[in-house]
């Protein structure tokens, strides 16, 4: 585990990731950008005395990175070694006046069939593509038959510049019994077709 007193970050793993990993903007600009011309570092963990090298191109992490994933037997929706988790489910979300307004995003009814959530949870946390993390409050309405996202939606979104009208495509993984993420989704092709199918019914609606 990481030493709280050493500079470090979180970083759910998405599919895809065993191609490389980015670094978190703010921790690349703190940490890495202009203090140091190093391409290469050393990856250890506690589960082992064993070092990997990794090659750094940018803010990404690839050369090597994938025999460290594999070592530690890294999987979708952990940030580190861990049991496997779901990745079967992804929806849209638009940001609107009235859920910043109270603070509230209203999931779609089919998140119910989603096995990373239960209705027990009463948080997740949200990531946005650069790996920085909001924990904000998860409910299920019995009367409405939905989750929703309360107390933290609108921070999330200020703290990202987001405006009426922004648009957000999450994943949701985890493996049902421990907190769930919700990904901002990486430029995928479901996730593209799924924006797309979106924008065409709303420009439907203008005609």
């Known amino acids: 585990m990481a030493n709280p007193h050493e500079p470090h970050f979180f970083k759910p793993l998405v599919p895809g990731f065993h191609s490389g990993i980015t670094i978190p903007l703010g ?3 703190q940490h890495i950008e202009g203090k140091t011309n190093q391409k290469t570092w050393k990856l250890r963990s506690d589960a082992s005395d064993q070092t990997w090298e990794v090659i750094q191109e940018g803010r990404r992490l690839t050369g090597g990175w994938k ?3 594999t070592a530690h037997d890294l ?5 580190g070694a861990m049991s496997s988790s779901s990745f079967d489910y992804c929806f849209m979300a638009e940001v609107t006046a009235s859920n910043l307004k109270a603070d509230k ?5 089919a998140a119910t069939t ?6 027990q949870c009463q948080e997740t946390i949200l990531v946005n593509k650069e790996g920085n993390s909001w924990t904000v409050s998860l409910r299920f309405s019995e009367s409405g038959g939905m989750y929703y996202i309360t107390r933290g939606w609108r921070k999330f979104c200020l703290d990202n510049k987001c405006e009426v009208g922004d648009i957000f495509v999450f994943n949701v993984v985890g493996d049902g019994k421990t ?6 989704c ?15 019914r709303k ?3 203008r005609l």
């Open 27 to 29: 921790f690349f600009s």
């Open 67 to 69: 025999d460290f994933t």
């Open 75 to 79: 999987r979708i929706g952990g940030s």
């Open 105 to 109: 995003l209203s999931l779609p009814v």
């Open 114 to 119: 989603c096995t990373a959530l239960n209705k």
């Open 179 to 184: 907190t769930p993420l919700m990904c901002v």
């Open 186 to 200: 990486p430029e995928k092709k479901e996730c593209s077709e799924l924006l797309s199918k979106h924008l065409s």
């Open 203 to 205: 420009s439907g609606r």
